[in-house]
């Protein structure tokens, strides 16, 4: 028997890894007997230039077409075993990346190699790249908890926590997960997590979801670690976050805090990654490649020989299903830190409050309890819930929704008077009246920020008030300005979006108002449920922080839903047994997989032709498989900036199955010219 002569294969090859290098490559031939082993992202000898000098360089891509002259192409000389270098590591990652999320690899690596950028110093005061003397100095003065010798005192649960954890990291590995209520204290676990990695003579870095929304948790980082602490955040120039990188580079720095992006940084000695707020949307990525933090800091973590430790009072339903299939490990506090305890919660019907004639956003509980909160002198904050409002019609009278009859979402009111829904394109006539119960009192949620603002104001003209939203928190600075004012007590009501319920703790606050808690419960997204219970959840659970007992009142037009009565109740457990047996059910994530194909253009028709060929292209290369593919629609924001965006679903019960469909559509796109002028990204969920 003759064995079959091996293809020719040939390596793009990157030989200077500085982000504004990425793009060139010089191609090499790989020798036979290294084609088991010269894989994307791995490092290899090369021979280069005229002198033939070897030199180190990376993978970038493999294939079987030769482009450079016969008497010119060179071999590779050697595949580098093992990753060595920090740059070893985050290229390894980078590939990856590209193959589970799809991307090209130049997208993987400028998303994973810190830019390399020389600028001409100008004088200034001394300051580091994690912000001014003046923002460090509010960062530093607002926990009186804390002085800057000290870690904070541990309770026995506490420990007992910390103690697990380390257990666990001299056993199995496996990443750990504090599921801890809020107001449990999981920031002072994290940092005697990090100080223990410290002292072995490792760094860490400390994920959370938005920096100027968190400034309270960085406060306490500072006074525990000092100059050894850098935060990387949005309003550093490219030249700063040059300089926090050297200093990491020279081990000047210990612990990086920041958003998504801070997962990347080059630490020589990586030993710990904290995922804080894990169940935050914002750990996903919304560009290519658009990646799931929670999963590539694991993966970065294996690459590195690191710990990954998540911290949430209210984790997603995906890290739970890992922890109860053993995959991760489960540590849980009950308990409040100090004498605080959990918020008396209200939940109040408006379907009842729209029959007794109050048509108003404040129902009377919510009105009689702040009256009461005025008199004392202590704080109110009115949370308005925005997220997902997109156009959902729901009854005030009955409180029902009007759903997809396939999907299970709700549909989504366009400006044709139709109702579609932004899975598989389902639509409707628009109704005049509830099909439920035939009232008139349907339609959408129309208050916003600034008309509750009002409503109070003439409802309470003595209280001081400020609001917090999108239009409030443009300026640089205005995050910080706001929620400081309101923490030293210049305001009685605080309201705002979702942005003010973020692991803010303000002792004075006795009382939450949540208004229209239902409207995420309704977003043309099957995360919709879990969505609402982690806002609800934690918008109680900014009442009650300091010595006094709060109170939380929560409107809603369905007080029945599950969502609701378990945030009301601090019952995760109930809540995620049920959510994850309708997940069981409809096949979605994490019990099922899914990839979303996004696709967005000027040209509509060329969009929605492009879509409809992926469509049957996929059908036709997943007809082997346990696979349903949905769509394509209108994007749930069907057009932005004069740019119409699609979405076709893939869903199935094996990762590598939908993995291997989408680098076949990546293959179809690149060689069909229908595709020119759109683009084309993948988001998974798994």
Same mark, same amino acid.
């Given at each position: 028997m003759f064995e079959m002569e091996k293809k020719v294969l040939y390596a793009n090859v990157i030989v200077d890894i500085s982000v504004d290098r990425l793009d060139r490559t010089f191609q090499y031939r790989v020798p036979e007997e290294l084609q088991d082993t010269a894989l994307e992202g791995c490092r290899v000898k090369i021979p280069f230039g005229k002198g033939n000098t070897p030199r180190d360089g990376y993978i970038y891509s493999l294939e079987d077409t030769q482009r450079v002259e016969q008497e010119k192409i060179k071999d590779i000389l050697e595949v580098v075993p093992g990753a060595v270098s920090v740059e070893d590591r985050l290229f390894a990652l980078a590939a990856w990346m590209r193959q589970t999320y799809g991307s090209t690899m130049n997208q993987a690596l400028k998303t994973v190699l810190p830019v390399k950028e020389m600028r001409k110093r100008k004088p200034k005061a001394k300051a580091d790249a994690s912000g001014t003397d003046g923002e460090k100095r509010d960062l530093l003065s607002y926990d009186p908890e804390m002085s800057v010798t000290g870690l904070p005192e541990l309770t026995g649960k506490q420990q007992e926590v910390c103690e697990g954890i380390l257990k666990e990291w001299q056993g199995t590995g496996r990443p750990s997960m504090i599921h801890g209520i809020t107001g449990s204290g999981k920031t002072y676990i994290f940092i005697r997590l990090i100080?223990? $990695?410290?002292?072995?003579?490792?760094?860490?870095?400390?994920? $959370?979801? @938005?920096?100027?929304?968190?400034?309270?948790? $960085?406060? /306490?980082?500072?006074?525990?670690?000092?100059?050894?602490?850098? $935060?990387?955040?949005?309003?550093?120039?490219?030249?700063? *976050?040059?300089?926090?990188?050297?200093?990491? /580079?020279?081990?000047?720095?210990?612990?990086?805090?920041?958003? !998504?992006?801070?997962?990347?940084?080059?630490?020589?000695?990586?030993?710990?990654?904290?995922?804080?707020?894990?169940?935050?949307?914002? =750990?996903?990525? @919304?560009?290519?490649? !658009?990646?799931?933090?929670?999963?590539?800091?694991?993966?970065?973590?294996?690459?590195?020989?690191?710990?990954?430790?998540?911290g949430s009072a209210t984790p997603s339903v995906e890290a739970m299903y890992r922890c109860r299939k053993d995959e991760y490990a489960l540590f849980d506090l009950n308990d409040r830190y100090g004498n605080a305890v959990l918020p008396d919660v209200d939940i109040v019907d408006m379907r009842e409050e729209l029959r007794s004639g109050n048509r108003s956003i404040l129902s009377r509980k919510l009105r009689e309890a702040m009256e009461i909160r005025l008199r004392r002198g202590e704080q109110i904050m009115l949370f308005l819930n925005r997220r997902g409002h997109t156009g959902f019609i729901s009854c005030r009278s009955c409180g029902s929704v009007i759903k997809c009859p396939h999907c299970d979402v709700s549909l989504t009111l366009h400006r044709d008077n139709r109702l579609y829904c932004h899975y598989c394109g389902y639509s409707a006539p628009m109704t005049a009246a509830c099909p439920k119960c035939g009232s008139l009192y349907i339609g959408g949620f129309s208050v916003g920020t600034e008309q509750v603002e009002e409503i109070v104001k003439k409802e309470f003209p003595k209280a001081r008030i400020l609001r917090m939203d999108a239009d409030t928190t443009r300026r640089k600075g205005s995050y910080e300005r706001i929620l400081s004012s309101f923490a030293a007590g210049r305001a009685d009501i605080l309201i705002g979006t979702q942005m003010i319920v973020k692991g803010h703790d303000f002792p004075m606050v006795t009382l939450v108002g949540i208004l229209a808690a239902d409207l995420s419960l309704f977003g043309s997204d099957y995360r919709s449920s879990e969505r609402t219970y982690q806002l609800v959840s934690q918008a109680v659970g900014r009442a009650g922080r300091g010595e006094k007992k709060g109170e939380a009142v929560?409107?809603?037009?369905?007080?029945?839903?599950? &969502? +609701?009565?378990?945030?009301? &109740?601090?019952?995760? @457990?109930?809540?995620?047994?049920?959510?994850?047996?309708?997940?069981?059910?409809?096949?979605?994530?994490?019990?099922?997989?899914?990839? &979303?194909?996004?696709?967005?253009?000027?040209?509509?028709?060329?969009?929605?032709?492009?879509?409809? =060929?992926?469509?049957?292209?996929?059908?036709? +290369?997943?007809?082997? *498989?346990?696979?349903?593919?949905?769509?394509?629609?209108?994007?749930?924001?069907?057009?932005?900036?004069?740019?119409?965006?699609?979405?076709?679903?893939?869903?199935?019960?094996?990762?590598?199955?939908?993995?291997?469909?989408?680098?076949?559509?990546?293959?179809?796109?690149?060689?069909?010219?229908?595709?020119?002028?759109?683009?084309?990204? =993948?988001?998974?969920?798994?």
């Amino acid at each position: 028997m003759f064995e079959m002569e091996k293809k020719v294969l040939y390596a793009n090859v990157i030989v200077d890894i500085s982000v504004d290098r990425l793009d060139r490559t010089f191609q090499y031939r790989v020798p036979e007997e290294l084609q088991d082993t010269a894989l994307e992202g791995c490092r290899v000898k090369i021979p280069f230039g005229k002198g033939n000098t070897p030199r180190d360089g990376y993978i970038y891509s493999l294939e079987d077409t030769q482009r450079v002259e016969q008497e010119k192409i060179k071999d590779i000389l050697e595949v580098v075993p093992g990753a060595v270098s920090v740059e070893d590591r985050l290229f390894a990652l980078a590939a990856w990346m590209r193959q589970t999320y799809g991307s090209t690899m130049n997208q993987a690596l400028k998303t994973v190699l810190p830019v390399k950028e020389m600028r001409k110093r100008k004088p200034k005061a001394k300051a580091d790249a994690s912000g001014t003397d003046g923002e460090k100095r509010d960062l530093l003065s607002y926990d009186p908890e804390m002085s800057v010798t000290g870690l904070p005192e541990l309770t026995g649960k506490q420990q007992e926590v910390c103690e697990g954890i380390l257990k666990e990291w001299q056993g199995t590995g496996r990443p750990s997960m504090i599921h801890g209520i809020t107001g449990s204290g999981k920031t002072y676990i994290f940092i005697r997590l990090i100080d223990h $990695v410290i002292k072995e003579g490792k760094q860490a870095v400390l994920l $959370v979801p @938005e920096i100027s929304l968190t400034w309270q948790t $960085v406060s /306490r980082f500072y006074r525990c670690f000092g100059e050894r602490v850098s $935060v990387l955040h949005s309003r550093l120039s490219k030249g700063e *976050r040059s300089d926090l990188i050297e200093k990491v /580079r020279n081990r000047k720095v210990d612990l990086v805090i920041g958003p !998504r992006s801070a997962l990347f940084t080059p630490f020589p000695n990586l030993g710990l990654i904290i995922i804080d707020e894990e169940h935050e949307p914002s =750990y996903r990525s @919304e560009t290519t490649p !658009r990646y799931n933090a929670r999963e590539t800091a694991e993966e970065r973590a294996k690459i590195e020989g690191a710990f990954l430790v998540m911290g949430s009072a209210t984790p997603s339903v995906e890290a739970m299903y890992r922890c109860r299939k053993d995959e991760y490990a489960l540590f849980d506090l009950n308990d409040r830190y100090g004498n605080a305890v959990l918020p008396d919660v209200d939940i109040v019907d408006m379907r009842e409050e729209l029959r007794s004639g109050n048509r108003s956003i404040l129902s009377r509980k919510l009105r009689e309890a702040m009256e009461i909160r005025l008199r004392r002198g202590e704080q109110i904050m009115l949370f308005l819930n925005r997220r997902g409002h997109t156009g959902f019609i729901s009854c005030r009278s009955c409180g029902s929704v009007i759903k997809c009859p396939h999907c299970d979402v709700s549909l989504t009111l366009h400006r044709d008077n139709r109702l579609y829904c932004h899975y598989c394109g389902y639509s409707a006539p628009m109704t005049a009246a509830c099909p439920k119960c035939g009232s008139l009192y349907i339609g959408g949620f129309s208050v916003g920020t600034e008309q509750v603002e009002e409503i109070v104001k003439k409802e309470f003209p003595k209280a001081r008030i400020l609001r917090m939203d999108a239009d409030t928190t443009r300026r640089k600075g205005s995050y910080e300005r706001i929620l400081s004012s309101f923490a030293a007590g210049r305001a009685d009501i605080l309201i705002g979006t979702q942005m003010i319920v973020k692991g803010h703790d303000f002792p004075m606050v006795t009382l939450v108002g949540i208004l229209a808690a239902d409207l995420s419960l309704f977003g043309s997204d099957y995360r919709s449920s879990e969505r609402t219970y982690q806002l609800v959840s934690q918008a109680v659970g900014r009442a009650g922080r300091g010595e006094k007992k709060g109170e939380a009142v929560i409107q809603t037009y369905d007080p029945e839903h599950f &969502a +609701i009565t378990a945030a009301a &109740a601090s019952e995760y @457990e109930s809540f995620f047994n049920e959510e994850i047996e309708e997940r069981e059910t409809l096949g979605y994530p994490p019990a099922g997989h899914m990839i &979303a194909v996004h696709g967005s253009g000027k040209d509509e028709e060329k969009l929605v032709r492009a879509m409809e =060929y992926l469509k049957r292209y996929a059908e036709k +290369i997943a007809a082997d *498989r346990d696979i349903r593919v949905i769509g394509p629609a209108m994007e749930t924001i069907s057009r932005v900036a004069d740019t119409y965006r699609m979405a076709l679903y893939l869903k199935g019960t094996e990762r590598s199955d939908l993995i291997r469909i989408r680098k076949g559509l990546e293959k179809y796109i690149e060689i069909n010219k229908g595709f020119d002028g759109l683009l084309i990204q =993948y988001s998974l969920d798994s």
